[in-house]
């Protein structure tokens, strides 16, 4: 496996997981999650986070 795969799928698990962790996903959708494109799971990281501003910001 070249390096720049390795890198690619390092960072794949990485937002899989915070989304598993955040309770956005179950980790049951964790395979499904993987064979998604970087970019959409980047994507996805993104909107949840602001998702998680807005509703903080709203609560105060």
Same mark, same amino acid.
């Given at each position: %496996?070249?390096r720049l795969v390795r890198i690619v +799928?390092? !960072? !794949? @698990? &990485?937002?899989?997981? +915070?989304?598993?962790? #955040? !309770?956005?996903?179950? =980790?049951t959708d964790r $395979?499904? /999650? *993987?064979? *998604? =494109? *970087? &970019?959409? /799971?980047?994507?996805?990281?993104?909107?949840?986070? #602001? $998702? %998680?501003?807005? @509703?903080?910001?709203? @609560? +105060?």
């Amino acid at each position: %496996m070249g390096r720049l795969v390795r890198i690619v +799928t390092a !960072k !794949k @698990q &990485k937002i899989v997981n +915070t989304l598993i962790a #955040e !309770k956005v996903y179950e =980790p049951t959708d964790r $395979s499904f /999650l *993987l064979d *998604l =494109p *970087l &970019k959409n /799971l980047e994507d996805l990281l993104l909107i949840q986070r #602001e $998702s %998680m501003i807005n @509703q903080e910001n709203n @609560q +105060t």
